[in-house]
Each structure stands twice: as C-alpha cells, then as structure tokens.
C-alpha cells in the first residue's frame, strides 16, 4: 500500500513538472511604453527642456523672474535670454538692458511689434532702440523661395564662419526683420524672410529673433534648433526671463512722488495718534464725600452723550413724551402729526409751533448752548404732561 502511494505521488510530481516546463515555454518577454504627456514642471515652463539642455553643456544657467537678477557683466561673458513676454517692459527697463549689452553683454530677445510706417516706430522698446523693425513677409513680395526642396527652402539657413553646411531652423515664414541702420553681421534667411538678425551693440552684441518657438519643449529637438541655442550662449552664463514685468505701482510712487509720500506718511502717523489711547498720570482717588449726585448725573449724562450722540437723547425724550401723551389720550397714536402737536399744545399749555419745532426728528448736531436748550424744552413738556 505505501509502494503503491510513493508510485503515485512520483507521478503526480512529474506531471507538475512538465505542466510548468510548458507553460514557461509559452511566455515570451515584452516591452510596453506607457506615455503619460508631459510632467507638471514642463507643462508650467516651456522652455524647461532648453534649460536642461544649456546644463547639459556644462553652462551655469539661472532662471530670473525679472530684471532686478540682471547684473553688470564683469570678467566671465553673459547671456541673456528674453523669451517672455514684454508688453509691460518700461523705457526705464528697456535703457537699463542696453546699457548692459553696451557694456558686455549678450542679448537675445524675440521681437514683438510690427514696424508702423505712421508713426515710424513699433512700440517695442528694444526694436526701436537699436533701429530693428519687423514686417509682415506678405507685406514686402520678396518673392518665391528658389530651392528645389520645398521642405528645406521654408527652412531658415544660419551660416556660421568656416562652416559649409548652414544650420536649418523652423521659423514662423509670416514675420521678417529688417535692420534699418545696416549693421547686421550674421543673419538666418529662409526662401521669403529674415527671422535673425545680429547687431554690435557698445561692447556687446544682440540677437533678434521673431519667434521663439523653435527652443519650446516639443520643438528644440528638431532641426537644428537646439544646436543654435548653444551657439548663441556658449562660454557664457546664461539668465532666462521668461516675462518682464514693469514697474510696480509702490516703485513708481517713490520714484516720482517721495515728497507726498513723506507728508501722507506722517498724516497718518499724526491721525493715528491722535486716535490711540494716550495715558496721562493716575488721578487720586475722589473720595466718598464728594460724589455728590448731580456729580453722578453729569458724568451719567456726558457718557450717554459721548456714546449715544445728539439724535439718541433727544429721540429717546421724544419718545418718552409721545407715550405720556398717550397715557392721558389712548388716542393719540392714530392722530396725524399735526394733529399730535394741536394736543400736546393743549396739554401743556404751549403754541403749537413751539411744540412742531421740539418734536420734529433731529438733524444734524446743534451746537452745545441750542442743543442743551431743546433738552430743557422736552424735559418741560415731559413734566408738564
């Protein structure tokens, strides 16, 4: 019987073992990319892929909210990147750039405006100053592009000094730079626009774009985009601002108004001490024998002044003689006004005119001699009902 189970469990053993041999030469090794888009980092900064990439090439890159990180370029070269917005840049700001490419500095900016021929200015500052000007390409019919490939004419060409092959870039075909005052030295020209040009500027030296979309996240790879941000800031430190924004209102203020400013300052410093609790030396205490009670209905009454006002008091007198009168005639609260004063003229014995006056609502605040006079007034036309 024990023989007879060995032979079975033996059996069962090596059934196992050539289920599992089968079933391990069935599975075949796989890999699956899942794509999960963009992180949280490059969907929030669009150019956090040429940022990385500047690192990547051993440059020292920081990334500035504003202008204020712009340091005067001293010893090691520097570049700046302006790819954000500059719709609230000030001249002050816009001076304070090029001073610091005329003293050593590299600018890259991406041009904003279009050249206006009535005015003969664009509105952007930066344009403007160093006499750039940007056009619509259908505007100018430089004509069709001449190259038989028409992938590669719609490309823009930068030639580089001893280089034979030009670097390709996806430029927008629909803007084109102009530099008015002829001092370009390098430029990149598709088959109908320029969409870069580079200037001396002082001791420095600027590079316009028109567009700045070939260094954005889905499109530094392609081309040669990526290659032309590193030719543009190698050797340098680089600073990327992504957007200038102008001169806040607090700035502005003490930069044109300090005088007012001052004078407003101590306005409320006064009016603030003016309304604080200031405290004097401890009076002594009055003793018992002075408390007299008109002392104590003075005090009373100056409280309900100081709290209540003019109008409370006198309501509240009011009020008072309207329920007396009520008392003597259960009538008097259905009589029109008028018809009130006739009555309580009558009960006290006084002209109904002088009663309208005392018994009108009050206004505004009387002087303290007419408004302690109306109180004597009511209070006698209280006592006299």
């Known amino acids: 019987m024990s023989g007879a189970r060995r032979l079975a469990l033996a059996a069962s053993g090596l059934a196992l073992a050539l289920l599992g ?40 890159v920081q990334r500035a909210s504003g202008l204020e990180a712009l340091a005067a370029p001293a010893g090691r070269p520097q570049t700046l990147l302006l790819l954000g917005g500059r719709e609230h840049m000030t001249p002050r700001q816009a001076e304070r750039v090029l001073d610091w490419v005329a003293a050593g500095g590299h600018l890259v900016f991406v041009a904003e405006r279009l050249w206006d021929e009535k005015t003969g200015r664009s509105g952007d500052l930066l344009l403007d100053g160093l006499g750039i000007q940007q056009h619509l390409s259908a505007d100018l019919a430089i004509g069709e592009p001449r190259d038989g490939d028409r992938r590669r004419a719609e490309l823009a060409r ?46 420095g030296s600027v590079t316009v774009l028109t567009d700045a979309w070939i260094w954005e996240n889905g499109e530094i790879g392609a081309h040669d985009h990526a290659w032309l941000l ?9 600073t990327l601002i992504y957007r200038v924004a102008g001169d806040s209102l607090a700035t502005l203020l003490l930069r044109h108004f300090p005088a007012a400013l001052l004078a407003l300052a101590l306005l409320a410093g006064g009016l ?12 002594p205490v009055a003793g018992p024998a ?19 006002g003019q109008a409370s008091l006198l309501q509240g007198l009011q ?16 009589l029109p006004e008028e018809a009130q004063w006739q009555l309580l003229a009558r009960f006290a014995r006084l002209p109904a005119g002088h009663i309208g006056r005392l018994m009108r609502p009050p206004g505004k605040a009387l002087p303290a001699a007419d408004f302690t006079r109306q109180v004597a007034d009511l209070q006698r036309l209280r006592n006299a009902l």
Do not use: M
């Open 290 to 308: 002075r408390r007299q009670l008109e002392e104590h209905l003075r005090a009373g009454a100056d409280f309900l002044l100081h709290r209540c």
């Open 230 to 238: 590193w030719h543009l800031s190698r050797g340098s430190q680089v």
């Open 272 to 283: 603030v001490w003016r309304a604080s609790l200031r405290q004097g030396p401890p009076l």
């Open 319 to 334: 009020q008072d003689i309207r329920r007396r009168a009520g008392q003597r005639d259960p009538g008097f609260a259905e």
């Open 158 to 203: 930068f030639y580089v000094q001893n280089e034979k092959t030009p670097a390709y870039l996806a430029f927008d075909n629909a803007f084109h730079l102009y530099d008015s005052r002829h001092r370009a030295y390098a430029w990149a020209n598709s088959g109908e626009a320029t969409h870069l040009l580079q200037v001396h500027h002082g001791q």
């Open 21 to 60: 041999a089968w079933l391990l030469g069935q599975l075949h090794p796989y890999r699956e990319i899942v794509e999960r888009g963009p992180t949280p980092q490059a969907r929030a900064n669009p150019y956090l892929a040429a940022e990385l990439f500047l690192r990547r090439q051993g440059l020292e």
